[in-house]
């Protein structure tokens, strides 16, 4: 069992930058893949980054390509998520998910880009 806590949402203007965090409680923690995710008002949860356990393999969303990147900390048991040049189409929820399927999630946090 894997319990994730994300934190570092907030309000930022156009073209500032944020970083989220992923704590993970649970065993086996440096061994499940990492994922951001994301959910905007009325629009279906999509998939943002990705991390393999090794933090070798990096995934983005063609959208955020360029402008995020996903890190992991295994002695931490924590995963980022830098978001540089944000734009107000980056206003939603982030989740932080776990596991193979991506069998865990977070509470999420709020993001909220102002143009």
């Known amino acids: 069992q894997v319990q994730l806590v994300e934190s570092g949402g907030g309000l930022v203007q156009a073209g500032g930058s944020l970083r989220l965090s992923c704590a993970a409680s649970g065993r086996a923690f440096s061994s499940y893949a990492m994922g951001w995710f994301r959910q905007a008002p009325g629009k279906e949860r999509e998939f943002v980054a990705g991390?393999?356990?090794?933090?070798?393999?990096?995934y983005y969303a063609d959208s955020v390509k360029g402008r995020f990147t996903i890190s992991r900390d295994n002695a931490k048991n924590t995963v980022y998520l830098q978001m540089n040049s944000l734009k107000p189409e980056d206003t939603a929820v982030y989740y932080c998910?776990?596991?193979?399927?991506?069998?865990?999630w977070g509470q999420g946090t709020q993001v909220t880009v102002s143009s």
């Open positions: 991390i393999r356990w090794s933090g070798g393999s990096t």
């Open positions: 998910a776990a596991g193979a399927q991506y069998d865990y």
